[in-house]
């Protein structure tokens, strides 16, 4: 109960610059802790990145470069495709980048007609051991065959680095390749902006967009501003985030609702629904439209606020812009009315949504079971947690815990610990945060039957 509905959850160090812009402070030295892994973004992100394979990538089954040779060499196809796709099968398993272009000087030497382009080298770098001594390999494999990196080599070789975390040595690559051979394109600018805003400080992160627009021209876009502001909010910085909409409408951008979105949003995360309020009145005022995740956004806040009356007035706004409630809708509703302690007025509205073709799902039970607790109706309560159950729907931390100390509070001890049978086998917790709940709580009984506080 409480948390953020998923359907609205939402976009180098060199601080001393030879042109600061006036867009951002002028950052102070930044830290420099360690690297955050990222997720492993797709090899080939685009059609002409990604040659077509017709041969499945299981072909090699060792990384051993001898063996490999020995494969290519009782092949007869030398279709570029084929060959392609040979070098992305060796590439993938190999352990290191001099085996891959040893490989690919022998495919070479074998098919004659086979001249590789830019996208060979792709292949390389996107299978590249994930270090920049790799990356920088294959680049001078590259230039030696007189080709030149394009803005997709350079895109390709920061996922790479960033896919292993390594930020700092994409950030070096981008600068290097920028400087010497083809500038980057605003999409790789946001997405090393998004990678460095999980691992580096605010400063860092602006004094790279500024280096980068001074230096090399690449300027910030709205999706830039879009990931800043998604930051600072997920940093409850929200007088920052309203610094940014400032200087996003001084570069001639008008933001859009995910930008709103994302400041009401951290608004509603502090419990602040008269500041959510005020901007989703400024995004009326800017011709902006709202949409459903706006309305869900001012619901929850307000809900969470304890101010139901109105978050249920925006239901009637909802429908007249055309826009039904949905499951989160209700469940924040529900919310809000079990935090003011009307959970029957949580269950009555159930049956309106369901009345509504809407269906509850996990959340809502949740919802329910624990604020049904809370208000000391745990018959009501049981029955909702029985039909959960019947769903295989997972147990949330909190409502979990409620229920097990009710149970135990009313003395069916017997039931507690089918509760927790079922949180355990349907992985709703880990073994040990569920046994440490009911530990604890069957503690508090045995002290308060000591004290006659319980029988």
Partial sequence: MGKIPPSFRSALTNPNLRKPSSLFPQ????????????????KFPGKSRTPNPQQPLSLFKSPNLEDAKTILNSLTNNDPR???????????????????IAFLRHITKTFPSFSPDRSTYHILLSNSPNSISSIHQTLNSMLSAGITPDKVTVDIAVRTLCSAGQVDDAVQILKELCSKHCCCDTNTLNFLVKNLCKCRSLSTVYAFIDEMKAEFGVKPDLVTYTILIDNVCNGKNLREALRLVTVLHEEGFKPDCFVYNTIMKGYCVLSKGSEAIEVYNKMKEEGVEPDLVTYNTLIFGLSKSGRVVEAKKLLRVMGEKGYFPDEVTYTSLMNGM??????LAAVALLSEMEAKGCSPNSCTYNTLVHGLCKSRLLEKAVEFYGVMKSGGMKLETASYATLVRALCRDGRVAEAYEVFDYAVGSKSLTDVAAYSTLESTLKWLKKAKEQGLAV
């Fill in 27 to 42: 950052p102070k030295p930044p830290n420099n802790p360690h690297n955050f892994p990222e997720k492993k973004s797709p």
């Fill in 338 to 343: 079990c935090r003011k302690g009307d959970a």
């Fill in 82 to 100: 084929f060959l392609h796709s040979l070098l992305q099968s060796f590439a993938s398993i190999s352990s290191t980048t001099t085996d891959s």
